[in-house]
Nanobody, 124 residues
Framework: QVQLVESGGGLVQAGGSLALSCAAS????????MGWYRQAPGKQRELVAT????????NYADSVKGRFTISRDNAKKTVYLQMNSLKPEDTAVYYC?????????????????WGQGTQVTVSS
């Protein structure tokens, strides 16, 4: 079974920093795009940042550009999100997402996997 496990959320004051991690585990053949999304209370889930398999292409939501940095370590099957200059409007549950390929015999399957989410709260 393939899963993503996030860590690193918490409570921080405005202007502070937090770092999130998300590790993939299970029977993994390869990991393609990885990303972070967030969902605030009463709002739809939105994209925060994505990164391709070789980190060649990175995209950020306009609201986090210049403050957040996404990176990945393929050897550790982990994606990171460094969040600086946090604002109260960054408060949300942050979810890790990855496109993961599994190989069973000669059958290759590509799955979209979500983590369980980690709470980030920024106080004013």
């Amino acid at each position: 079974q393939v899963q993503l496990v996030e860590s690193g959320g918490g409570l921080v004051q405005a202007g502070g920093s937090l770092a999130l991690s998300c590790a993939a585990s299970g029977s993994i053949y390869s990991i393609n795009d990885m990303g972070w999304y967030r969902q605030a209370p009463g709002k739809q889930r939105e994209l925060v940042a994505t990164i391709t398999s070789r980190s060649s292409t990175i995209n950020y939501a306009d609201s986090v550009k210049g403050r957040f940095t996404i990176s990945r370590d393929n050897a550790k099957k982990t994606v990171y999100l460094q969040m600086n200059s946090l604002k109260p409007e960054d408060t949300a549950v942050y979810y890790c997402n990855a496109e993961i390929a599994t190989l069973t015999g000669d059958i290759l399957r590509v799955l979209e996997i979500w983590g369980q989410g980690t709470q980030v709260t920024v106080s004013s």
